[in-house]
């Protein structure tokens, strides 16, 4: 046996050197062939190859995710003098922002913290940070000016004007998100002041229209939603749904990200939440349910709503007002500052506004039967 492996070698090692004569002079890919005590003038077998190895072979890097800049907070040209101790704005009484926990608290807090400590190096305020256990609370918060500035939501910010006069100073920029079964669909991606709720469904459920919505479960927001809660529910009575009796059970989740899980799990068959918090980028639902857009359904939307923004209470100093409004819009204009506030309730920019800029919507929703001062208790 041993014998025939020896011929068989000798003839591969003729076949080879038979082979090498007929080609191109140099050929060091036939080399390894060859024992490395011959032909010590061609490349050793371990440095034949001219390719990398296959373990460093792809050279293209899959893209990650490059983090955002740190936001620019350079203290502003006219920050006022720092206040003494004891006095709104010190350390022993900051002010005070809230906001209403419409999406993940804690990406909430982190955006909320990351504004107020912003807002602190650039004014020499000192600013701090909470969220509202409900959307009420943050209410209640700034009508009992233990909160001084507030990033309600549109409903909320309604109510809150009506009961404790609080008013509007900023309103959110988004680009517009939209589904397949909204008219304005073709606005996707333009920049818009208002946005839509939208009505969602678990494929297995069978619901497709607000016929179907009879007898089964249903997820709302909060009751001082406004995409979430009222609006929706003025569009479910002009479709002869009642909320109060035609549904087998009704569960206020509490955020648009709980609704939408909720339907997806089967908790609830349907519900509602803004458009589109399945596939929206703040809320990134699809990192912790990657099949969420496909088991849940979007079936009809409502009107547009004015977008949510930042408000402020009636006794705060006007000279901390300006402040505060200059250091927000130059935070909207700078990229880690964008970032910020897109991780926070999906804004893409700011806009100055008067106090009176929800009156259009108040009035339709006195049309609809809906008196925001009714349901101030």
Do not use: W
Not at 66 to 91: H, I, M, N, R, Y
Not at 161 to 173: D, G, M, N
Request: with cysteine.
């Amino acid at each position: 046996m041993t014998k025939r492996i020896s011929i068989l070698f000798a003839l591969l090692v003729v076949l080879a050197l038979a082979l090498s004569a007929c080609g191109p002079a140099a050929t060091p890919t036939a080399a390894p062939t060859e024992p490395p005590t011959k032909a010590p003038t061609e490349a050793p077998p371990t440095e034949a190859p001219t390719e990398a190895p296959p373990t460093e072979a792809p050279t293209a890097v899959p893209p990650t995710n490059t983090p955002p800049p740190p936001p620019v907070c350079d203290k502003l040209a006219d920050a006022p003098a720092a206040p003494a101790a004891g006095e709104l704005g010190s350390a022993e009484n900051p002010i005070v922002i809230t906001f209403v926990p419409s999406g993940d608290t804690g990406k909430i807090a982190k955006a909320g913290g990351a504004i107020a400590e912003c807002l602190s190096q650039m004014t020499g305020l000192v600013f701090k940070e909470e969220v509202g256990t409900s959307f009420a609370a943050s209410i209640e918060a700034m009508g009992a000016e233990k909160a001084h500035v507030g990033f309600l939501n549109t409903f909320s910010a309604v109510l809150a004007q009506s009961k404790y006069e609080v008013f509007p100073v900023l309103l959110a920029i988004r680009k517009y998100n939209t589904n397949a079964v909204d008219p304005d669909k073709d606005m996707a991606g333009t920049p818009a002041p208002f946005y839509k709720g939208q009505f969602i469904a678990n494929v297995d459920s069978g619901i497709k229209s607000f016929a179907d919505l009879k007898d089964k479960t249903f997820c709302f927001v909060d009751p001082n939603s406004a995409s979430g809660y009222i609006i929706p529910n003025i569009v479910l009575k002009a479709n002869g749904i009642d909320s109060d009796t035609d549904f087998k059970a009704v569960q206020m989740a509490g955020s648009h990200n709980n609704v939408a899980i909720a339907v997806y799990k089967g908790d609830c068959d349907a519900g509602v939440t803004y458009v589109d918090v399945l596939t929206d980028s703040s809320a990134n639902l699809a990192a912790t349910y990657p099949d969420i857009a496909q088991k849940v359904m979007p079936f009809a939307v409502t009107d547009k709503i004015p977008n949510d923004g930042m408000q402020f209470i009636k006794n705060l100093d006007p000279k901390l007002q300006a402040i505060i409004i200059e250091g927000m819009l130059a935070m909207a204009q700078d990229p880690g500052g964008k970032a910020i506030l897109k991780s926070l309730y999906n804004y893409d920019s700011l806009t100055k506004v008067e106090a009176n800029t929800y009156d259009g919507f108040i009035a339709v929703l006195k049309a609809a039967g809906v008196d925001p001062a009714s349901l101030v208790k």
